[in-house]
């Protein structure tokens, strides 16, 4: 399961993080939202120890979510080193965020 990221854990646990990140921007009434979930959690699975990936729910989290100019949902950020290095806006396979968490390690 990937790691719940808060308004509150934001810094911590993206910004300060040593490794590439992989951000899930995602809502429970979103539908493309659920196709995309369990890639997220296979991707946290698969990238443990090399990767951070979490997901921030953007109802219960509207201050990250309009820091980042979120305004279609789901939108899967990377970060590295504190910085938006990557986005991808809308569902798409796995391979596709794959890619990019690779790129960064």
Same mark, same amino acid.
């Given at each position: 399961?990937? !790691?719940?990221? #808060?308004?509150?854990?934001?810094?911590?646990?993206?910004? $300060?993080?040593?490794?590439?990140? *992989?951000?899930?921007? +995602?809502? #429970? +009434? %979103? &539908?493309? %939202? @659920?196709?995309?979930?369990?890639?997220?959690?296979? *991707?946290? #699975?698969? =990238?443990?120890? /090399?990767?951070?990936? &979490? /997901?921030?729910?953007?109802?219960?989290?509207?201050?990250?979510?309009?820091? =980042?100019?979120? @305004?279609? !949902?789901? #939108?899967?950020?990377? !970060?590295?080193?504190?910085?938006?290095?990557? $986005?991808?806006?809308?569902?798409?396979?796995?391979?596709? =965020?794959?890619? $990019?968490?690779?790129?960064? *390690?």
């Amino acid at each position: 399961m990937a !790691i719940e990221i #808060t308004d509150a854990n934001f810094e911590e646990v993206v910004l $300060k993080s040593d490794k590439p990140v *992989l951000v899930d921007f +995602w809502a #429970t +009434w %979103c &539908g493309p %939202c @659920r196709m995309v979930g369990p890639i997220v959690d296979e *991707l946290h #699975t698969e =990238y443990e120890g /090399k990767a951070v990936v &979490g /997901k921030v729910d953007v109802d219960s989290n509207p201050g990250i979510s309009a820091k =980042y100019g979120i @305004r279609n !949902i789901p #939108t899967v950020l990377f !970060i590295k080193n504190g910085e938006v290095v990557d $986005k991808q806006v809308g569902a798409a396979p796995k391979k596709t =965020y794959a890619e $990019k968490i690779d790129a960064l *390690l």
